[in-house]
T-cell receptor, first 118, second 115 residues
Framework: GAVVSQHPSRVICKSGTSVKIECRSLDFQATTMFWYRQFPKQSLMLMATSNEGSKATYEQGVEKDKFLINHASLTLSTLTVTSAHPEDSSFYIC??????????????FGPGTRLTVL | AQSVAQPEDQVNVAEGNPLTVKCTYSVSGNPYLFWYVQYPNRGLQFLLKYITGDNLVKGSYGFEAEFNKSQTSFHLKKPSALVSDSALYFCAVRAGRNQGGKLIFGQGTELSVKP
């Protein structure tokens, strides 16, 4: 089956630093990747849709300068949390959609990255 | 606008009993519906989906879901619950093509199966 990985799985950083999270589709090509944020025992909140070779589309209320997304290849998207603060502490999950079939193809989810900002 | 509601924050079931996790949806047009499960500190795992066809959809780990158009529901069911089924369950609907087909999730239901 399709596998999506995230790295790192867990990161602890000091306030004011930037953190980069990688999302990779391991055995398929993904023109579109999605980045979600999840608070404890709550639903997933879509932050942005990342399209290979173009700018990400951010959901309303998500700061694009705060959460930088780069989708440089068909297998890799990165989320950089810039100047992180404690309120950015959360569980970040990515998903990837297979290349063929367009918008109706299945999304496969990564295992998530736990970010803790001290 | 598309939306999904899971009316129960938590469902408690005894092992061996049937379980139901409820989901209702609101969409324009034909719904594309999904169920996912999430174990602690893990990503989402796909359970099943309804696109078209039979109203009863069978999925992974013995789960099934019944699509009911008149009640706009897509409840998740399992005939005999296992302790290992304890997890967080999400219902989702696929947004329209003009929204890139993104998934819209319900708020989640925590399932607790006790021995």
């Amino acid at each position: 089956g399709a596998v999506v990985s995230q790295h790192p799985s867990r990161v602890i950083c000091k306030s004011g630093t930037s953190v980069k999270i990688e999302c990779r589709s391991l055995d398929f090509q993904a023109t579109t990747m999605f980045w979600y944020r999840q608070f404890p025992k709550q639903s997933l909140m879509l932050m942005a849709t990342s399209n290979e070779g173009s700018k990400a589309t951010y959901e309303q209320g998500v700061e694009k300068d705060k959460f930088l997304i780069n989708h440089a290849s068909l297998t890799l998207s990165t989320l950089t949390v810039t100047s992180a603060h404690p309120e950015d502490s959360s569980f970040y999950i990515c998903s990837a959609r297979d290349l063929g079939g367009g918008a109706w193809n299945e999304q496969f989810f990564g295992p998530g990255t736990r970010l803790t900002v001290l | 606008a598309q939306s999904v509601a899971q009316p129960e924050d938590q469902v408690n079931v005894a092992e061996g009993n049937p379980l139901t996790v409820k989901c209702t949806y609101s969409v324009s047009g034909n719904p594309y519906l999904f169920w996912y499960v999430q174990y602690p500190n893990r990503g989402l795992q796909f359970l099943l989906k309804y696109i078209t066809g039979d109203n009863l959809v069978k999925g992974s780990y013995g789960f099934e879901a019944e699509f009911n158009k008149s009640q706009t529901s897509f409840h998740l069911k399992k005939p005999s619950a296992l302790v290992s089924d304890s997890a967080l369950y999400f219902c989702a609907v696929r947004a329209g093509r003009n929204q890139g087909g993104k998934l819209i999730f319900g708020q989640g239901t925590e399932l607790s199966v006790k021995p």
